[in-house]
């Protein structure tokens, strides 16, 4: 069994899927702040609801982010101690490795986003209203990933994540330990 844990997106999933590649069961759930105890009760409650134990999985794979600060601290540390007693295959995916579609742009505050315009480019930080006047120059009124409600009044948002094509994709790592993908505004040092 291979366990998937995506708390990133909003709402947040986790599912177990076979060596086929088949989702055997999934749960998903809506962040509602306190996301340090969050995680670890759902996970748990989850798998044994599944008759699974950590023991049975052979791969974990998380999305490590870009995204709230403490849910990613959580999940990484969540999922990195969990490997350090069991030794599981991990594997890390950006939140922008669950589109394949481009651009994408996901909330990092209220009032910038993180975008990225394809996929040789890299993530940056945009004020939001910024970021809309450069979509609309380029004609584009529509892009993939999640913003919080009211960020731009005339750019659409899908934000629909196919997470059975992401797992047939998926290719496994062997990581031992997953780092948290945090990406500084660039007025942080």
């Known amino acids: ?32 702040g306190n996301e340090s105890s969050t995680l670890i009760p759902k996970l748990e409650e989850f798998l044994w609801n599944q008759s699974i134990w950590f023991d049975d999985l052979e791969n974990i794979i998380l999305v490590n982010g870009p995204g709230s600060f403490t849910w990613v601290r959580t999940a990484v540390l969540v999922v990195n101690t969990l490997n350090f007693i069991l030794q599981k295959n991990m594997t890390a995916l950006s939140y922008f490795d669950l589109f394949s579609e481009y651009p994408i742009i996901k909330s990092s505050s209220r009032r910038d986003c993180f975008f990225q315009r394809d996929e040789k480019s890299e993530i940056e930080i945009i004020i939001n209203w ?29 934000d629909y994540v196919d997470y059975k094509k992401i797992i047939k994709n998926i290719r496994f790592d062997n990581l031992k330990k997953i780092e948290p993908l945090y990406i500084k505004k660039p007025n942080i040092c």
Do not use: Y
């Open 1 to 32: 069994m291979n366990l998937f844990i995506d708390t990133i997106s909003a709402p947040c999933f986790i599912c177990i899927f076979d060596n086929k590649r088949d989702i055997i069961a999934n749960i998903s759930w809506d962040i509602v």
């Open 130 to 158: 910024e970021l809309e006047e450069e979509l609309k120059k380029e004609n584009l009124n529509h892009a993939f990933g999640s913003v919080n409600p009211g960020t731009f009044d005339e750019i659409t948002i899908n």
